[in-house]
């Protein structure tokens, strides 16, 4: 268990999972301690619990009362906790650690390391149980709106295979999305797109749910990198991706499916890379149009180094919200016909 002191020697809060809610209006996070939930413009408190042991994982559904635990040291267990009456109402056991969890108004989804768990949220009945890769991020994503069930997760063919639930619509759909392991999806609110990125870091897919067809592909940079988060607007037209290159990028899925500008940035390689390409021309075909033939970033915000954050988009238009591990939050903003280096409009620190 991470355990800080304060000077005094008393023990002090240390943040052990964070993220953002449905709609991205609030997040919460655990601590050694219990956990604690804030709303996300104007940033402020709304809720704080103190439970013995700590607690793992915090998911919220919505903004209501109910809320997905998993403990600190008792990890084979999500507990729902109604915050109204202050007490667990279900718990659900497994034989493995959890490794995420998501929820829905109807679902819970428990997330181990080979197998993703779906329940119902009303009465804990299963629902679904699917097979997976390999998946000890405990990589998977779920969309909010009630007219559409869809699940994301790994495959069960490699590691870089997402699996498609289309609950709503009775289907499953497959899809090579990478070469490499999954390490982050995203699903739009109303399931409609599905954003991947890989262990790699270096390409991010958006795809349609519906039949799996590759939409958009984005270039985050050229160095391998860990992507934290991706997150879509609700209206779909923007991607924000964090990573541990300490740079949230904001792309442009309206300009890049419409309007294929030309203008590329090349990446930066250095003296090494430069002779390596030019000792070896077929590296250089294969290279160099993989690089023009993707889309770079429309805005840019660069973060302290070994900042490592979650980002969403915020209620005002062309914002987002970005949220770090030290207890940093920004409030950033980006335009939205030229692009460039976002604008820092607020920051605080909330632990």
Not at 33 to 38: E, K, L, M, S
């Amino acid at each position: 268990m991470a355990v800080e002191e304060d000077e005094d020697g008393s023990e002090k809060a240390v943040v052990q999972y964070v993220n953002f809610n449905q709609d991205a209006g609030c997040f919460a996070y655990s601590t050694s301690v219990g956990f604690r939930i804030y709303s996300c413009d104007p940033l402020k408190q709304t809720l704080r619990r103190d439970l013995d042991g700590g607690v793992g994982i915090v998911e919220m559904v919505f903004r209501s009362n109910i809320l997905g635990l998993v403990g600190a040291a008792a990890r084979n267990k999500v507990i729902i906790w109604d915050d109204d009456q202050s007490r667990c109402i279900g718990e659900l056991f497994f034989r493995s650690e959890v490794r995420a969890v998501r929820l829905r108004r109807d679902a819970v989804v428990a997330v181990l390391e080979h197998k993703v768990h779906v329940h119902s949220l009303s009465d804990l009945k299963p629902l679904h149980e699917v097979e997976t890769f390999d998946n000890p991020r405990g990589v998977c994503a779920i969309s909010p709106a009630s007219t559409m069930f869809v699940l994301a997760c790994p495959g069960t063919m490699s590691g870089g295979e997402v699996r498609l639930e289309l609950y709503s619509l009775g289907k499953t759909l497959f899809v090579q999305a990478h070469e490499s392991p999954l390490a982050c999806l995203a699903l739009s609110q109303d399931g409609r797109l599905l954003a991947t990125a890989s262990v790699k870091g270096t390409i991010v897919r958006i795809f349609d749910t519906n039949d799996g067809t590759k939409l958009h592909e984005f270039r985050r940079g050229a160095e391998r990198a860990e992507i934290f988060s991706l997150a879509l607007s609700v209206n779909c037209h923007w991607l924000a991706v964090s990573s541990d290159k300490c740079t949230v990028h904001v792309f442009n899925l309206v300009r890049s499916k419409f309007e294929h500008k030309p203008r590329r940035r090349l990446p930066r390689l250095s003296a090494s890379s430069i002779f390596s390409l030019a000792a070896n021309s077929s590296m250089v075909q294969g290279v160099l149009p993989s690089y023009l033939k993707s889309d770079w970033s429309f805005a840019q915000f660069r973060l302290p180094a070994d900042s490592r954050a979650i980002v969403a988009f915020g209620a005002a238009k062309n914002t987002v919200i970005i949220i770090c591990g030290d207890g940093s939050y920004y409030r950033c903003a980006y335009d939205a016909d030229r692009g460039g280096d976002m604008v820092q409009k607020e920051f605080a620190k909330f632990t």
